[in-house]
């Protein structure tokens, strides 16, 4: 896949539009994992916007996204920052040949302090 | 036969860049009927018309067709031209070039090969056109102004100023709208009762205006000159003519929990009140859904008080029926609901409001006679963040998708009063983008920032939320790329505007187009602003677009001097393109009558020979050609085809259809 594949399939899985977005920062004011994101919401969306792959590829912040939604919830302009994320996190995986995860990995890697919205997000992202 | 002149535009390069308009002019000269065909670059231009001009005398045209633009922008123009040397104006026909054709292809082939079609189609009809003469309508010269809010008050004053009576019909018990409810305007900060006020006085003391109050429109018939409008006037269980605005019933009304509409509901008031103190006409109104006498028929208080014997319970609604030349609509706005946005906490705490909320919170007629308190505990707030575009540019379904034009001038300007006023108050403002297009409005909004230390801040807010007693706002720093929490006293909400809800049935009423966000549509959006495209009817203030006080006052003055312009006609032409009935064809079904939406078609009774001296009574289809505006629902829907339009018959129409099919 070329570096324009990749971007264009990102674009594809996020299913929004990031040229809708009016750079108003509601995601980033509503997003309950702010302070732990190295990328922050709207510049996931940017960053699509602009063509920044490897600024999205090299982001830690896919992993600390809750898949909450709040953002896709609040976004007056109907852009979804967590569309993008997924898209990202998705691609991420895929070049790491780690596609799937199998459910006997979960346990040991679970602890009482993750909130069960991740968990279910994360069956829904990695059992495919 | 016809001597059929055809003219293509090149409308500089928007029609030719895309249509082989040498090669359309050249093979239209084939066409049966046709004596001269040309090209030429600007054929609306003073030489473009002299060309038309020129061929018409010397070719003896005796009907023309313009390739060019749409006929809504030069049509009139070209009538003109070909009436100036004797062609009558009806054997005018122009085909749409630029909008059908050039605007909207790439291909020039396929452009040319249809502009082809379009100008063959437009020589079909014009060989069937006959020469038409209009009618005239005498103007009635009387204006109506619909809303009594600044808008309507501009328009009102500026007509009676030119000699015409003039009527505000508003559906409040008194005039002033929205602009009464302010505490200061900007960009001068000065005090908008007491440049509004004035003019209302004015209003009430001008003769040749008449302020109808607590009244609604219920019907318009007729057309533009000819207005004929049914207005009900609400019983306000008050004689407006007795009434002397002492106040007394207001101070012995048992039933004080009403919520004081013009206080935004901040406050309570007596079921028999007046809504302010500066109200015109200075009349009390009973609110009958709170009144006990009129919901359970034990009180009448105010009756025994009422020195001038002005209350009257049994009062019911009146209509009067008044014509009128010309109508101004001039209905305003309303913030919008917040239901749809709880991330702000709006429905849960008292101490978050809107804008609106807080300028009869900081005025000096308003509940807290001007003293800036929160309403949940009546202390002065320490900490006050605004949020701007709440519900505006939002294109999720939850607000509307517009910018409301005015919220970032008035957020300054409260931002700025209150640190005036309260040097000890820390003020936030969360903003996307600050718009401050105006005469003096940027150096106002920076004044704010550089001289007034407003806490501006690039970023929206996600959440409000209620931590012991403070407004958590939580937003993002998209400068500093931070999420902030701010613990406030007050949140103010600059509220998404819409216009008035009551404008969509005066649009219907009016047969007035309306857009999907509820403006009223204007003629044209840069060189016919003010007017709607129904006749006769203009547009003044909110009811049209978003726009503020000094914005709506040049509009609302513009409005007038095109009423003034009409009814300073004593008659109007006519449009002779109208229906007609064939008396011999009609069956007298009626089902023309039902679909007219102007009442231009009645039915009566007609003696006809059927000969050998016997006659019969039919009843038959009659059109009025002052009333009928040449829509064809008539035409259509006759099922024996005895309704035709002049200058739009079937069989023009027919002609047209067919040459548009012929290969």
Redesign the interface.
């Known amino acids: 896949m070329t570096r324009q594949d990749t971007l264009e399939n990102i674009v594809r899985i996020s299913g929004t539009d990031a040229k ?1 977005c ?10 309950p994992a ?2 732990d994101m190295d990328v ?1 919401p ?1 510049q996931f969306v940017n960053y699509v916007a602009e063509g920044k792959l490897e600024k999205l590829l090299a982001s830690h912040a896919i992993w600390n996204c809750l898949s909450c939604m ?1 953002c896709v919830e ?5 852009v979804a920052p967590q569309g993008v994320i997924e898209a990202v996190r998705d691609t991420v995986i895929r070049m790491q040949g780690n596609n799937g995860i199998k459910a006997e990995e979960i346990p040991p890697i679970v602890d009482e302090m993750i909130p069960q919205q991740l968990l279910v997000s994360a069956y829904r992202k990695y059992n495919k | 036969m016809q001597k059929i002149g055809v003219f293509i535009c090149w409308c500089g390069s928007n029609i030719a860049a895309t249509v082989d308009v040498v090669r359309v002019a050249e093979e239209i000269k084939r066409e049966p009927g046709v004596v001269y065909s040309a090209d030429y670059q600007y054929m609306c231009s003073e030489n473009g018309q002299q060309l038309i001009k020129n061929a018409i005398k010397e070719y003896g045209l005796t009907g023309i067709v313009i390739g060019s633009c749409s006929p809504r922008m030069h049509e009139a123009t070209f009538r003109k031209a070909a009436e100036s040397v004797g062609l009558n104006p009806y054997m005018v026909e122009v085909a749409n070039l630029r909008e059908q054709v050039s605007w909207i292809h790439k291909d020039k082939e396929e452009a040319t090969e249809k502009a082809l079609i379009l100008v063959r189609t437009a020589i079909a009809k014009v060989r069937l056109n006959a020469p038409l003469k209009e009618g005239e309508s005498p103007v009635v010269k009387r204006a109506l102004v619909i809303g009594g809010g600044i808008a309507g008050i501009q328009a009102a004053l500026d007509i009676a100023e030119a000699g015409y009576p003039v009527d505000i019909v508003e559906k409040n018990a008194t005039i002033g709208g929205r602009m009464a409810q302010l505490d200061k305007t900007f960009p001068t900060l000065d005090c908008s009762a007491c440049i509004l006020t004035p003019k209302m006085v004015d209003c009430a003391q001008n003769e040749k205006i008449d302020i109808l109050s607590y009244s609604e429109i219920e019907e318009v018939k007729g057309y533009v000159g000819n207005f004929s409008v049914k207005i009900r006037k609400k019983a306000r269980y008050v004689d407006e003519t007795k009434c002397t605005g002492c106040k007394i019933c207001m101070t012995k009304c048992p039933s004080k929990k009403g919520l004081d509409e013009f206080n935004m509901n901040l406050k309570t008031r007596t079921a028999i009140h007046i809504p302010f103190a500066q109200a015109i006409p200075n009349v009390a109104v009973i609110d009958p859904e709170q009144c006990l006498k009129l919901k359970t028929g034990k009180c009448g208080i105010c009756q025994k008080f009422c020195g001038a014997g002005a209350i009257d319970y049994t009062m019911k609604d009146s209509f009067i029926e008044r014509q009128y030349g010309a109508i101004v609509v001039a209905t305003g706005f309303k913030p919008i609901d917040l239901t749809a946005f709880n991330e702000y906490g709006y429905a849960d705490n008292k101490d978050v409001v809107t804008s609106l909320e807080l300028e009869r919170l900081m005025n000096a007629a308003g509940p807290t006679n001007g003293v800036l308190l929160r309403p949940s505990d009546m202390t002065h707030p320490k900490v006050i963040t605004f949020i701007q575009c709440v519900g505006s540019r939002d294109v999720s379904g939850c607000g509307k998708p517009y910018c409301s034009k005015i919220c970032c001038m008035y957020t300054a300007k409260h931002a700025m009063l209150i640190r005036e006023k309260y040097p000890d108050t820390e003020v936030h403002v969360f903003y996307i983008d600050v718009r401050t297009p105006g005469k003096n409005y940027d150096e106002f909004y920076r004044r704010a920032v550089e001289q007034y230390n407003v806490d501006y801040i690039k970023g929206m807010v996600g959440k409000v939320y209620n931590e012991n007693g403070k407004l958590m706002v939580q937003g993002s720093d998209l400068l500093n790329n931070e999420q902030i929490v701010i613990p406030s006293d007050l949140v103010v909400l600059a509220t998404a505007i819409e216009p008035e809800p009551s404008v969509r049935k005066i649009a219907t009423l009016l047969t007035a187009s309306i857009d999907t966000n509820n403006f009223l549509n204007e003629s044209h959006p840069k060189l016919r602003p003010v007017e709607s495209p129904t006749a006769g009817v203009y547009l003044a203030g909110v009811c049209q677009g978003p726009k503020d006080i000094p914005e709506t006052v040049s509009q609302a003055s513009a409005c007038a001097a095109k009423v003034i312009g009409l009814l300073a006609k004593d008659k109007l032409k006519t449009n002779p393109c109208v229906a007609s009935s064939n008396e011999m064809m009609c069956n007298g079904c009626s089902q023309c009558a039902n679909v007219c939406a102007y009442g231009a078609i009645t039915y009566v009774d007609k003696e006809f020979r059927l000969g050998g001296g016997k006659t019969e009574i039919r009843r038959v289809a009659s059109v009025n050609p002052a009333v009928c505006q040449g829509c064809g629902a008539c035409t259509v829907t006759c099922p024996s085809g005895a309704m035709d339009l002049s200058g739009f018959s079937s069989k023009q129409i027919m002609s047209e259809v067919e040459a548009i099919c012929k290969k």
């Open positions: 809708k009016m750079k108003c920062g509601k995601c980033d004011g509503r997003c702010y302070n922050k709207h709040a609040r976004c007056p302009r109907g």
